[in-house]
Each structure stands twice: as structure tokens, then as C-alpha cells.
């Protein structure tokens, strides 16, 4: 008998607050450690006494937590139940936040934060928010910085502070050793610890037999399909059948193992079930109905692979690389840099040539230089050139719009 896990389509859609420590307070009335309450759009919620921590509890998981003396006002709050739509933004009014997404953003999907006019936008990452101290970091991937009123957008990456009034980049060890606050940055990391193992434990439970069994369910309806689903570690056979779906069969299956695959999106490239993540997006770049969508699952695969590289843990490398070539296509279409996405100057001597030769495949295609000598001060190279775009685009047309007001 194969099991529907039906849960996923009846399970409460709401968002939560939860105090860890102290107290906090939910537009004016005062709640206690452990009491885990409903929000919704244009609650205010901010932390009282000193140390306290209120997690916000997003409905696909992800969290935001506010440190003691934050306050927030929340203006959306909605996650469809097939997790394709969510919209979450807020307004961050004090003090400072810490954000852990663990679902990767469709095109119709987004997560916002709010500073004054500046707006955080993100489809995937960690990243934090110091009002008070004016900058964004981001811990992994990237955040877009837009200003609302004059319209100009920059493109944050990860280990790169910048100040979120003039959106110039702030020095790296300045802020290192003076601005960013260590205890906060190690309690959050020891709480996202925590939510990951909690996550792979409900994958565990999810798949505690053969986790084709859940795509057989889904894929019922396509006989076709079906039978060729003899093992999800192989998907060769079913991309052909898949091949022959017309165009809202392939929409219909897209929907349904995209519920799947957001379960998975969390997990880094080290993770033993990191195949499976594989796998699942595998089939949704053969089902894909929306060329944004596509983009997105394609750029969230460098990122694994960013992921391995930072870690030295090449192990799925090939794996990864294969599921780019299968949409060489596409890539060329995007016109994509890879040096952009990896930062290969973190590569130690003893994982050099394998590497070079894992990534040869993808080499045109992807603009990539694998010429390490060129490459060995990329971050510092990669640092000075935005700081310079910022200074020479950005400066001059903030400066304007100051004048003007």
C-alpha cells in the first residue's frame, strides 16, 4: 500500500511567534517564555528585556528571529499549501534580525524585509539585518537591496557587509572586529543548527521507505510516468516519458513534486540525502513551465556547488555538474558567470585538479576561469569591483536624491 502523506495538504498554514527566553510582546499585550501564538499581517511584535529572543516560525519553516529590544511590523504573511506562493515581508522598526530560509522562492513567490525605503528582497539564504548599526550581511547566497524611492537595486553577496542607507561596502575587518556582534551570530547559528537536524528528521519519517513511493502517488494519473519510476536514483527512463506529457501534464506533475522538493531545499551539498535533493530537482527542470523558475533552480545549483567548494567536500560534484549540462541549453540562455556564484580562490592545493577537471564540462558554458593563478585574490578582486561600481553608480545618484529632498 503506498503511503498519500496527506498531512501536507491539511496541515495549519499559519504563522507563529515563539519566545526562547524572557518575554515579548504581540501589539501591546505581554507574553511569557514558551507561548507559541498566532501572527498575522500588521501585528507588531518586539522583544522586551535584555537577551530575550522571539522566533517567528514561518509557515514553510523558515524563520526570522528578533534579538532582545527589536521590533517588527509584519505586512504579509501567506504561504500556499503546495509551498509554489509565498509571500512574507515585514518591517524591521529596531534594532536587529536574523533570517534562516530553507525554501527555495518560485517566481511568484518572495521574502522582504523592510529598512525605511530600503527593501532586503531574497529567494534563498541566510542573512542578517542591523538597523541600528546600518548593515546587511549575508551568510550565504545573497540579498538584493533595492531603494524604493529612487529605484536602484545591488546585489549582495555572502561575507560582505554593506551599509543599508548608502548602500556602499563596509570594510570587512572593521566589521569583523568592531560592528558585528559575535554572541548573537553564534546563538543563531546554534538554533539553525538545531532546525536542520529537526528538518532531517521529518525527511527521515517522510522516507522511511523508498521515497519513490511518494512520487508514484504523485505521478497516479500518468500511467506512462509511472512505470517508468523504478528507482529515484535514476530519472533516464522517466525523462523520456516525460518528455511525451503534454504541456499541462507536465505543469500538473511540476506542482506537485515541487511540495517534495521544498522539503529537500535546505539541505547543503555535504547532507547523505542530498541525492534525493538532487533528484527532485532534477525532474522539476524536466517538468518546468516557467523559464523564471528554471532560472532559479539552475542558479540555486551553483550555489550547492559554492557549498561543496567553501567546505572542500567534492563528493557530489559530478552529479551536480551532469544536472547542468542536462540544461546546457538553458545556461547559455542565461548567460550566466560562474565565477560570480563560486568563489574558487577558497580552493586548497590538494583539491585543485580534481576540481579543474569536474568543471571542465561546464567551462564554456558557463563563462568559467579555472586558471588559479588568475583567480588566488578573487575576493579581494571581487570585493574592490563592487566597491567601485558602488562609488561610481550608486554614490552619485544617492547624493542627488539627498539634495532633493
Avoid: C
Avoid at 176 to 182: A, C, K, M, R, Y
Avoid at 271 to 278: H, I, T, V
Avoid at 316 to 325: C, I, P, Q
Amino acid at each position: 500500500m503506498i503511503e498519500t502523506y496527506s498531512f501536507y495538504y491539511y496541515h495549519d498554514t499559519n504563522s507563529y511567534a515563539l519566545v526562547v527566553k524572557w518575554a515579548w510582546v504581540l501589539n501591546d499585550s505581554v507574553l511569557k517564555s514558551n507561548n507559541k501564538t498566532k501572527i498575522k499581517a500588521w501585528d507588531v511584535v518586539k522583544t522586551i528585556w535584555s537577551q530575550s529572543i522571539v522566533v517567528l516560525e514561518w509557515w514553510d519553516n523558515s524563520i526570522t528571529r528578533l534579538w532582545w529590544d527589536t521590533q517588527i511590523v509584519i505586512k504579509e504573511s501567506y504561504v500556499s499549501r503546495d509551498l509554489s506562493n509565498i509571500k512574507v515581508s515585514f518591517n524591521l522598526v529596531k534594532w536587529k534580525t536574523w533570517n534562516f530560509l530553507l525554501s527555495v522562492l518560485s517566481n511568484w513567490s518572495y521574502f522582504k524585509e523592510y529598512i525605511d525605503e530600503v527593501e532586503a528582497w531574497v529567494r534563498w539564504t541566510v542573512f542578517e539585518v542591523n538597523r541600528d548599526k546600518d548593515y546587511v550581511y549575508v551568510k550565504n547566497h545573497e540579498v538584493s537591496l533595492l531603494n524604493t524611492k529612487t529605484s536602484k537595486q545591488i546585489t549582495v553577496w555572502e561575507n560582505t557587509p554593506i551599509s543599508i542607507k548608502t548602500f556602499t561596502l563596509l570594510d570587512l575587518q572593521n566589521f569583523l572586529n568592531s560592528i558585528q556582534d559575535w554572541a548573537w551570530e553564534k546563538i543563531n547559528e546554534k538554533l539553525d543548527s538545531e532546525l536542520v537536524v529537526e528538518m532531517k528528521s521529518t525527511l527521515l519519517e517522510m522516507h522511511k521507505n523508498n521515497p519513490v513511493n511518494v512520487l508514484v502517488w504523485f505521478f497516479s494519473q500518468k500511467q506512462s510516468v509511472i512505470n517508468a519510476l523504478n528507482s529515484w536514483k535514476d530519472l533516464s527512463s522517466v525523462s523520456k516519458k516525460i518528455d511525451k506529457l503534454s504541456e499541462e501534464q507536465k505543469k500538473e506533475v511540476y506542482d506537485k513534486i515541487f511540495l517534495i522538493y521544498q522539503k529537500y531545499n535546505f539541505l547543503p551539498s555535504s547532507d547523505e540525502n542530498y541525492e534525493k535533493k538532487l533528484y527532485y530537482k532534477e525532474a522539476l527542470l524536466k517538468t518546468s513551465y516557467d523559464d523564471k523558475n528554471t532560472e532559479i533552480l539552475l542558479k540555486n545549483s551553483l550555489y550547492d556547488i559554492n557549498d561543496m567548494i567553501s567546505s572542500n567536500n567534492l563528493k557530489n560534484l559530478k552529479d551536480s555538474v551532469n544536472l547542468l549540462l542536462s540544461n546546457k541549453d538553458k545556461l547559455k540562455e542565461l548567460n550566466i558567470n560562474f565565477n560570480d556564484y563560486v568563489d574558487l580562490s577558497v580552493v586548497p592545493d590538494s583539491l585543485k585538479q580534481s576540481l579543474i577537471n569536474s568543471l571542465q564540462p561546464l567551462k564554456e558554458i558557463l563563462n568559467i576561469n579555472l586558471n588559479f593563478d588568475d583567480i588566488k585574490n578573487f575576493s579581494d578582486k571581487a570585493r574592490l569591483k563592487m566597491d567601485e561600481f558602488l562609488q561610481e553608480k550608486v554614490g552619485p545618484l544617492l547624493n542627488n536624491f539627498k539634495k532633493s529632498e
